[in-house]
């Protein structure tokens, strides 16, 4: 076990509110009609681009697995990625052909596999000029996850980008930086489908970020 | 559409908030990376921006708890149990308020139970209440919810666990940085010392920011208590010396 908190607090700024697990019911909060309620005038979901967006579509799908090789089936993700053009659009607005923002969830009913419809994103700028990969941030939220985990959604069409992007370079271990690779798959259905499995723990234990 | 870096935040300290394993609470020891997180010593306008929920439409009573969920509108009645008022500002670590951000929130009902397919719990439900809130923070960072005070509720962890009374909160902030899921306890419950959740974390000075404080000047005469829960998010900095060499 570590220490109690040794680090030195500002004296010149406030501490931030502990986080807490989200719990097993998380979705009557932030899923509705999983949970089983009424949807509200506007849900923030998980279709981010509608049929008019730019760019490619294409659906991500995935699953969350425990350190025991078990599906969870109570997670939360969140999404958070630029758009074709590689700009993010911070205002959500469901009326827009694309939102930056989506929510998906692994639950008893989808067997654990989260679904999210989007579009390919383009590359960002890192600050000092050069271009990140393509990538989808993601935030896990869950029953026995005590503050959420970031990682990165990257693409395996994308293996020049992957190899220059400077955020996948910074990961030490190049074996590590494998986990954040979603995997094309061949659909029947006309659509581009990605899968991205997060390993919480353990053999191919994905890699969250601190930032 | 914004690309430009606006802002950096305080760094997290994570000795301050929960560690991922935490053996006393069971669902962690399966559910915790064991490499080390990946600091990304060059934050980007990925982590550095997030979502704007302004244009996001709501309902009259999204943030009223008494009166968002009604089985039957015809017969509807008010929900059973302690009418509150939780209420609070969100505040950045500078003190500054956060305007216009989303609070969301959900919670059990007066009983202990959830509205929640998997609560098989044998506490009933209540016909009047669905549990979930949301609103966003007015221009000085104000936002409030009018609900009934939750149930404490057993769950299998040790032999015989039970949460403290407790209301789940989701806070967005100004990117996806500062985004934070926490959860408001009620100040007195002598089952909070006792719960495994709470003891994730190691300071007790880290449990007391997660206290919904009773506020009589603002409780309502015959009509409701209010508890203030204020919620402080990491610090916005400017970027003042950026890519000056």
Redesign the interface.
């Known amino acids: 076990m570590?220490?109690?908190?040794?680090?030195p607090?500002s004296a010149?700024?406030?501490?931030?509110?502990?986080?807490?697990?989200?719990?097993?019911?998380?979705?009557?909060?932030?899923a509705?009609s999983i949970?089983?309620?009424p949807p509200?005038?506007?849900e923030?979901w998980n279709e981010m681009a509608h049929e008019d967006a730019e760019g490619e579509r294409i659906e991500l799908v995935g699953r969350v697995i425990?350190?025991?090789n078990?599906t969870?089936r109570?997670a939360l993700l969140?999404l958070?990625q630029?758009?074709a053009q590689?700009?993010?659009?911070?205002?959500?607005?469901?009326?827009a052909p694309f939102?930056?923002?989506g929510r998906t969830a692994a639950t008893?009913e989808n067997e654990g596999e989260w679904r999210v419809v989007t579009v390919k994103p383009g590359a960002?700028?890192?600050?000092?000029g050069r271009h990140?990969a393509p990538?989808v941030?993601l935030?896990i939220?869950?029953?026995?996850?005590?503050?959420?985990?970031?990682t990165?959604l990257y693409f395996d069409d994308e293996a020049q980008a992957n190899l220059q992007c400077?955020?996948l370079n910074?990961?030490?271990s190049p074996n590590?930086r494998k986990t954040l690779i979603a995997h094309k798959e061949e659909s029947s259905d006309g659509i581009t489908r990605y899968r991205f499995d997060i390993r919480?723990?353990?053999e191919k234990?994905?890699?969250?970020?601190?930032? | 559409?914004?690309?430009d870096?606006k802002q950096h935040f305080?760094p997290?300290?994570?000795?301050?908030?929960?560690?991922?394993y935490?053996p006393g609470?069971?669902?962690?020891?399966?559910?915790?990376?064991?490499?080390a997180?990946?600091?990304?010593?060059?934050?980007?306008?990925?982590?550095l921006?997030?979502?704007?929920?302004?244009?996001?439409?709501?309902?009259a009573h999204?943030n009223d708890l008494l009166l968002n969920?009604r089985d039957n509108e015809q017969q509807a009645g008010l929900p059973i149990g302690e009418r509150i008022m939780m209420f609070g500002r969100v505040?950045?670590?500078?003190?500054k308020p956060v305007p216009h951000t989303l609070v969301?929130?959900?919670q059990?009902n007066a009983g202990g139970r959830?509205?929640?397919?998997?609560?098989g719990y044998l506490a009933p439900l209540d016909p009047n209440f669905?549990?979930?809130g949301?609103c966003l923070t007015d221009e000085e960072g104000w936002y409030r919810f009018r609900t009934i005070k939750p149930g404490p509720y057993p769950w299998p962890n040790d032999a015989n666990s039970w949460r403290p009374a407790h209301i789940?909160v989701?806070v967005m902030g100004p990117a996806?940085?500062t985004?934070?899921?926490?959860?408001m306890y009620f100040e007195g419950d002598p089952l909070i010392p006792l719960c495994p959740?709470?003891h994730?974390?190691?300071?007790p000075?880290?449990?007391e920011?997660?206290m919904g404080r009773l506020d009589m000047a603002r409780s309502r005469t015959m009509d409701y208590l209010a508890y203030r829960f204020d919620?402080?998010?990491?610090?916005a900095l400017q970027t003042y010396f950026?890519?000056q060499g």
């Open positions: 570590q220490q109690p908190n040794t680090l607090a010149s700024v406030l501490r931030e509110t502990a986080s807490q697990t989200a719990g097993p019911y998380v979705h009557i909060g932030l509705l949970a089983g309620l509200r005038a506007e923030i425990d350190g025991n078990d969870v109570d969140e958070w630029a758009d590689g700009e993010y659009h911070e205002s959500y607005d469901l009326q939102n930056s923002f008893v960002v700028e890192f600050p000092d990140m990538h941030n935030a939220f869950a029953r026995g996850i005590n503050i959420h985990l970031n990165r400077p955020v910074a990961i030490e590590r919480l723990q353990g234990e994905t890699v969250f970020f601190d930032f | 559409m914004a690309n870096i305080v997290r300290d994570r000795t301050w908030h929960p560690p991922a935490a609470y069971k669902t962690s020891v399966p559910r915790s990376p064991q490499q997180l990946v600091s990304m010593l060059n934050r980007t306008v990925s982590e921006s997030g979502p704007d929920f302004r244009k996001l439409r709501m309902g999204d969920f505040i950045d670590q500078f003190g969301e929130m959900w059990a959830y509205r929640h397919k998997k609560d669905g549990g979930v949301r789940h989701s996806i940085s985004r934070l899921i926490t959860q959740i709470v994730t974390l190691r300071d000075e880290a449990v920011t997660m919620i402080v998010v990491r610090g950026e890519n």
